[in-house]
Nanobody
Framework: QVQLVESGGGLVQPGGSLRLSCAASRSISSIGVMGWYRQAPGKERELVATITKGGSTIYADSAKGRFTISRDNAKNTVFLQMNSLKPEDTAIYYC?????????WGQGTQVTVSS
């Protein structure tokens, strides 16, 4: 099994930046694709970005050019650097990892972009 714990959310003004972290309970070298997803009030959960063991990344169109996903195997942590934040980025952000053919989710961290 895998436990994932997100952190780094908060309140930020439009145009600001946040860095989210997702700490895993086991070596992320053993975890397959890891990703960040988000869910805004009244909307379905959606993909933000994913990263493979080899470092290949995929971004949602809304994240391209503004967000960067990365992984630090030594720290068993995946990061999401978010720049140029917009009010429409407001959501709960979840980390997901794929291990042993199962998906594991964190509890989420709230990101609010507002002036």
């Amino acid at each position: 099994q895998v436990q994932l714990v997100e952190s780094g959310g908060g309140l930020v003004q439009p145009g600001g930046s946040l860095r989210l972290s997702c700490a895993a309970s086991r070596s992320i070298s053993s975890i397959g694709v890891m990703g960040w997803y988000r869910q805004a009030p009244g909307k379905e959960r959606e993909l933000v970005a994913t990263i493979t063991k080899g470092g290949s990344t995929i971004y949602a169109d809304s994240a391209k050019g503004r967000f960067t996903i990365s992984r630090d195997n030594a720290k068993n942590t995946v990061f999401l650097q978010m720049n140029s934040l917009k009010p429409e980025d407001t959501a709960i952000y979840y980390c997901r990892g794929t291990y042993d053919l199962n998906y594991y989710w964190g509890q989420g961290t709230q990101v609010t972009v507002s002036s």
